[in-house]
């Protein structure tokens, strides 16, 4: 069946740090993919996108990489802030259809 | 200006009532969707609505019933609810690849 999952539950970095989540995903013919921010009491915020085309994307601290061949997908979030510690979700959207599938999340825990 | 906004933020309800959970977007999308996150924060989508019509029904009990009054809102009526059906409720739009999720709605069935 369809799934995404995530290698760790939880991540603990110090502050000024580099973070990296990792993402494992099963269905081969998903062509977007979505990293989510979860704060405590709020909906799912998005982050940055990369679609199948795509290894690699940069946002502003954030960078998305896309392995196909292993699909592997990661979120790394440079000089990690306290403002960052929130859950953290991949999510795989199939060709032709809108539904999300979204991973079990990674806690990220920034120590000051 | 919310964009996607649910109301009520917190329900607790005992055993076997009925409860809706309602849902508004301002956003002009046409695609809306109910998410359901348990206690291990997993997401799972239950029902997307597209313009006023089901196209996604996943393996819900038929005590959940979705109504989608037009493309801004999606409600999301519960029957005979159960203990299981403890969860933090999400609604989301989407047009093309733009999702938007509201804050959700604790739901704690005792």
């Known amino acids: 069946g369809e799934s995404v999952g995530l290698h760790l539950p939880t991540l603990s970095v110090q502050e000024g740090d580099n973070s990296i989540i990792n993402c494992a995903y099963s269905?081969?013919?998903?062509?977007?993919f979505i990293w989510y921010k979860q704060e405590s009491g709020k909906g799912p915020q998005f982050i940055i996108d990369?679609?199948?085309?795509?290894d690699k994307r940069q946002g502003q601290r954030v960078t998305v990489l896309l392995n196909k061949t292993v699909k592997h997908l990661s979120l790394q979030i440079a000089a990690t802030q306290p403002g960052d510690s929130a859950v953290y979700f991949c999510?795989?959207?199939?060709?032709?259809?809108?539904?999300?599938?979204f991973g079990q999340g990674t806690t990220l825990q920034v120590k000051p | 200006d919310t964009a996607v906004s649910q109301t009520p933020k917190y329900l607790v309800t005992q055993m076997g009532n009925d409860k809706s959970i309602k849902c508004e977007q301002n956003?002009?999308?046409?695609?809306m969707y109910w998410y359901k996150q348990d206690s291990k924060k997993f997401l799972k989508i239950m029902f997307s609505y597209n313009n006023k019509e089901l196209i996604i029904n996943e393996t819900v009990p038929n005590r959940f019933s979705p109504k989608s009054p037009d493309k801004a809102h999606l409600n999301l009526h519960i029957n005979s609810l159960e203990l299981g059906d403890s969860a933090v409720y999400f609604c989301?739009?989407?047009?093309?690849?733009?999702?938007?999720f509201g804050s959700g709605t604790r739901l704690t069935v005792v």
């Open positions: 990369i679609r199948s085309n795509m």
């Open positions: 999510a795989e959207k199939g060709v032709n259809t809108g539904k999300l599938i």
């Open positions: 269905n081969s013919a998903s062509d977007y």
């Open positions: 956003l002009g999308h046409d695609t």
């Open positions: 989301a739009s989407r047009r093309q690849a733009d999702y938007t």
